[in-house]
C-alpha cells in the first residue's frame, strides 16, 4: 500500500522549484497558482533567499503549490491516482496539498485558503515574537517535562526522538540554555509558534472563510494531524484543518495510522527529506521515496507500480442524481417507475416556468433507483430529481 505525504513549513530551500521551472507546463500553472495566491511563486520558488521563503505569508502558498504541481507531474490525470493511493497525509500547512489531492476541496480553494492561512498565521506571529525548535533525541517524558517547565508547548510530536516546541523567542532562548538531557536543539526556520495558542485569532480567521467553501467526501482516505484518524467527510476534513492551526501536530499518531493500514511504501512530495527521514525511523519496514527533483519523475513513477494499490473507498459511484435546471413546476416522463431502466439521452421529464420549458434528460443510461420529487412538485434550481445507477459509466 502506498501513502503520499506532503511537508510542511520549514521544508522550503531557496530555489528549490528551479528545476521544475524548465518544464513550461508546470511554469504555466505555477503562474496560475501565483494569481490564485496573489504572491509570485515563480520568483519565491527560484530566485527568493531563505530569509524571504521563511515568511510565513510566503512559505505556506509555495509549499502547497508545489506539492500539488509536482502530483500533477505525477498523475496527469488526477483520477488514475485514486485507485493507486491507500491514503494522504500532510504536515500542518501541508493537510491543504492533502485535502486537495483527495479532492475533498479544489486545487484552487486549497490556496485561497492558504494565502489566507499564512496571512493570518502571521499577522498572529507579529504580535509578540515567537517561534519553533526541534528536539531531537533525549527521554520523551523528560523532553516533555522541560517543555513544560519554560512554558513551551509540544506543537509537532513527530516520533521517537523529535518534538517540536513552539512558544515566544525569549522561552525558546531559556531552553536553549537549559536543555533536556541527552538532546540536540535545532532551531526551525520558521516565524511564529504555530499549533499553540498564539494562533487562535487565524483559527478566528480561517472560521469565517470556511463556511464559504464548498467541500466533497474525499477519493482517498486523509489521515488527519489532530489525532491520527482516517476522515473521509468533506466536511470534517475541512473542520479540522482550521482547527488545528492552534492545536499540536500529532505526527506520530499518523504514522502509528499508516502502519495500521499496512503502508508499504511512503512517497513525499517537493520539498522532500524531512517526512521521509522521520518515517526512517518510526517506519522501520516502510520503504520511502523523498521526490526533490524532476529528474526522479520516473523512479517515482516506479515506487508507485511497486507500492500502489487502492484504497478502501469505492471511487465508482454506484448512482447519481439528475437535477432542476430551473425554477418551476417539474411533470414526469410517463410510465418511468422505479426499477425502469432508461437509455442515455432519455427525457425523464420536464421543469416548467413561467415563461418556458426546461427538459430533463439523462446523459448517461441507468436504473431508476428513487424519484425524489413528484409529478407537479414545485421544484428550484439543482434541486435533486430523481436518483440513477448507471450502467457500464466510468467514474
Partial sequence: MLVIVAPGQGAQTPGFLTPWLE???FADRLTWLSAVSGLDLVHFGSEADAETIRDTAVAQPLLVAAGLLA???LFP???DGFDRIGAVAGHSVGELTA???ARAISGEQAMVLVRERGRAMAAAAAVTPTSMTAVLGGDREEVLAKLAQHGLTAANDNGPGQIVAAGTVQQLTDLAEDPPAKARLMPLSVAGAFHTEHMAP???VLSRLARSVS????RIPIIS??????VHDGVDVLRRIVSQVRTPVR????METMLDLGVTGLLEMPPAGTLTGIARRAMKGVETYALKTPDQLDDARAFIDKHGVASQIDTNPTWRMLVAPSKGTFHQTADLREGHMIAPNDRIGAVHGRQEEAAVTAPYGGTIVEWLVEDGDLVSPGQPLIRLHPEGVPS
Avoid at 251 to 254: A, K, R, T, V
Fill in 23 to 25: 518544464n513550461p507546463a
Fill in 251 to 254: 505526527w506520530d499518531l499518523c
Fill in 99 to 101: 485535502a486537495a489531492g
Fill in 202 to 204: 487565524a483559527v478566528d
Fill in 71 to 73: 502530483a500533477l507531474e
Fill in 77 to 79: 490525470h488526477p483520477a
Fill in 215 to 218: 467541500t466533497h467526501d474525499a
Fill in 225 to 230: 494531524n489532530r489525532d491520527g484518524q482516517v
